[in-house]
């Protein structure tokens, strides 16, 4: 077995945490690798294209960003992910950093693999797909990097729903415990495949999370009377300014991300030990 540990050496004690890991496949005769811009003499080095194509499992450390980052590519091989947690929350990691031990499961692949959905957004101009991405969590439309108010046109199956709000958020079940939750919409079990509509402070009192079924197709334009830029945001990550009336088109994907789990800490103990973390 090939694993491929991908870390964010910024997040507290993952440096440490690769030294350790690294010391702990050694002991189990598991060949681990680092990208070859981490200098670490307990793994094999290859460079990061060459790691998605080698590998039979991967971890990153860090927190869910980390996770998000590299399970996206990670699904494009068809590869499973698991997660070491290093962030502050760390909805998505599997494991805490001290239960690394655990990872002695991968060589005898005592393990489940969760499924999780994405989404495919593709951004229209003249009837022509000039930008596409992929989302684990969420895409979202928003009027400038300061909150304005626009309008924006969500139609599914060829009908519309019209919010005026500082925006709209797209999730995935994934999704439901980042922005969306943030912003009053549904915890949804991953286990779900749906896509949730949750307007951003919306102007209107009966503007409420719409929660759609996997299969639709959500078409998004957003416009303004005023001069305001509206900018479509790919979980946390990808802005980009959109014209207004450009056409976003969003659907589920064919593709899927694996999640490795190799305790069994379901995902509402997940949710409610994160929780009473942070005092919630």
């Known amino acids: 077995m090939t694993v491929v540990v991908l870390p964010n050496l910024d997040k507290r004690g993952s440096a440490n945490t690769v030294e350790k890991i690294g010391d702990f496949f050694l002991q189990e005769g598991i060949e681990a690798f680092l990208p070859d811009r981490i200098c670490c003499a307990k793994y094999r080095h290859a460079p990061e294209e060459e790691l998605f194509r080698i590998a039979d499992v991967f971890v990153t450390i860090g927190g869910d960003g980390t996770i ?16 070491i947690n ?23 692949k005592d393990y489940t693999v969760e499924k999780r959905m994405m989404l495919d957004i593709e951004i229209e101009e003249n009837g022509k797909t000039i930008a596409a991405y992929q989302a684990l969590n969420d895409a ?21 729903i019209r919010y005026r709000a500082d925006g709209l958020i797209v999730s995935t079940p ?10 009053g919409g549904p915890i949804i079990d ?17 503007a409420k999370p719409i929660l759609l079924s996997a299969n639709r197709t959500v078409t998004l334009k957003a416009f303004s009377k005023k001069r305001v ?12 300014g959109i014209r207004p009336y450009t056409t976003v088109r969003i659907r ?12 069994d800490r379901s995902f509402y103990q997940t949710l409610s030990e994160k929780f009473l973390e942070q005092g919630v």
């Open 229 to 240: 830029d509206i900018y479509l945001t790919v979980d946390g990550k990808k802005a980009v």
């Open 252 to 263: 589920k994907s064919a593709q899927s991300v694996q999640l490795i789990r190799l305790n």
């Open 86 to 108: 290093a962030g502050r929350m760390g909805y998505l990691a599997n494991l805490e950093q001290n239960e690394y031990r655990l990872l002695s499961k991968l060589k005898t």
């Open 174 to 183: 994934t999704g439901s415990t980042a922005y969306s939750m943030s912003a």
């Open 140 to 160: 979202v439309i928003t009027g400038g990097f300061i909150s304005r108010i626009i309008d924006i046109s969500a139609s599914v199956q060829g009908d519309s």
């Open 68 to 83: 998000i980052r590299y399970a996206k590519r990670a699904a494009q091989y068809g590869k499973p992910i698991l997660g």
């Open 190 to 206: 991953p286990e779900c495949e749906n896509i949730c509509l949750t307007p951003i402070c919306s102007h209107a009192l009966s």
